[in-house]
């Protein structure tokens, strides 16, 4: 572990500094070492991304290409003896089996989840930060399936003072002042919002298909369509419901937008909730007269709101070429894309930008900030 730590601030700093001044992208830390579809940033606890050409192969990622984002080992759960805690302002606190929660109404969402780090190597070539230097890969589309949280809320009875939902994990962080579980919360009406197709939240047993693995969080898991990865609670073992948001550290402290980090602004921000719109190019291939570009768009976390457009430019944003939308478009869902970018128009740098239904587009530019989250300006690659 002390290597490895080692390791990346070395990486850090030497990429930081020959990386200064330049709007293009770092390549992967040194120390990422491929493990099938997937580059390890950190390995003794999980932290990976897929290969970016991989990634953009299927609208639905596939488990095994699919990021992890983990603060801690995988805990041990015995399933058997497993419980759900449901507390705090409800009438019935519930400790529920997984029996119990998969004979509730099951429903079966795509939706896509994104860490709030994705793209955190762009912030560290401004200026380092420190956290995994995720380059674009930190983001997948998977099918997910388990009870809603809504049902298990009404099944406890909310009390009328309650407003935020918190989520608690059975991991162990161990941070410099003791151990503590991941943990995040979300507005309870965010909870309850469930629309026809797609519920607020999901209390996910199931990926792709399949049972959840130990990396994506088994037994039992939120996803909180629309919101940032770091809302989407894995192992979970604890709601509790509350008129205030959690207090725990990845609530209260982190994954907040902070520029300067004096304790002013730190207590000043909110937590993120919602993935802002973004999008990336992750693959070129050489034709004849073209270069055929691919990548993905990722719409705003907003109800109702997907990719309307996307468009890449070949010269510095003079001239911007509409990609052809390969995929389905829909609300908390990524869009694939490929665009045919004729030689003759190709120079040096490729940039690409999208559009959401709102007509929203993406920044040209954010500003750095000082965790390294929710970079979204313009994404640039050198063409091949
Ligand atoms: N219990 C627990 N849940 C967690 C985390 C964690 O470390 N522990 N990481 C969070 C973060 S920051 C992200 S981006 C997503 C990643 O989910 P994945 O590993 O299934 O891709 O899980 C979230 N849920
Ligand atoms: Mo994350």
Redesign the pocket.
Known sequence: MNNQLIARRNFLSSSASALAGSALLPSFAKSAHRKGKLLYHTTEISNAEPVLSELVRNWMTPTDA???????PIPKINHDSFRLKVEGLVEKPLSLTLKQLGDLPQSKIVAT????GNRRSEHIAIKPVKGVPWKEG?I?NAEWSGAKLSDVLRMAGVKAEAKHVWFE???Q?QRSNGVI??G?SIPLKKAMFDSEKMPGTILATGMNGEPLNG???SPL?TVVPGY???R????LGKIVVSDRPSPNHYVATAYKIVEDGTPLEWSEQGPIYRMPLNSAICSQVKRSKSLIVAGYALPQGRPGTSIRKVEVSPDNGRKWIEARITSPSREFCWVLWTAAIPSRNAGDELMVRATDSRGSIQPEQVNWNSKGYLFNSWHKVKTI
């Open positions: 699919f990021y992890i984002r983990s603060h801690a989840l994104t860490c709030a930190a997948g994990g059975l991991d962080i579980p991941f995040a990396d994506h969080g898991r940032i990865g770091a989407s609670v894995k192992w």
